[in-house]
């Protein structure tokens, strides 16, 4: 059984800096595709950043320079580093798992509130 177990959220002011870690079960996970999203209240959920099994990372144009993913394979853990946070940047984040196309997994997610 896969799960995914979202950590680090929490609230910091404008310009400030989180880091989220979301770390999987079962195996293969170095095989996996990871990414995070992100939803806020009234809006659908869109892709944050990923980063394949070979570490080719990808990620929202809202966030390229202040965000970074990396992974972890010897801990099955990705992680999200958030810097220069803006309140727009204020949503749950999602971790999802990919071990296949079209067979994702989801974790319960994390909130994040940028706000002074």
């Known amino acids: 059984q896969v799960q995914l177990v979202e950590s680090g959220g929490g609230l910091v002011q404008p310009g400030g800096s989180l880091r989220l870690s979301c770390a999987a079960s079962?195996?293969?996970?170095?095989?996996?595709?990871m990414g995070w999203y992100r939803q806020a209240p009234g809006k659908q959920r869109d892709l944050v950043a990923s980063?394949?099994?070979?570490?080719?990372?990808d990620y929202a144009d809202s966030v390229k320079g202040r965000f970074t993913i990396s992974r972890d394979n010897a801990k099955n853990t990705v992680y999200l580093q958030m810097n220069s946070l803006k309140p727009e940047d204020t949503a749950v984040y999602y971790c999802?798992?990919?071990?296949?196309?079209?067979?994702?997994?989801w974790g319960q997610g994390t909130q994040v509130t940028v706000s002074s």
């Open positions: 079962g195996s293969s996970f170095s095989i996996s595709t």
């Open positions: 999802r798992r990919t071990v296949i196309p079209g067979l994702h997994y």
């Open positions: 980063i394949t099994s070979g570490g080719t990372t």
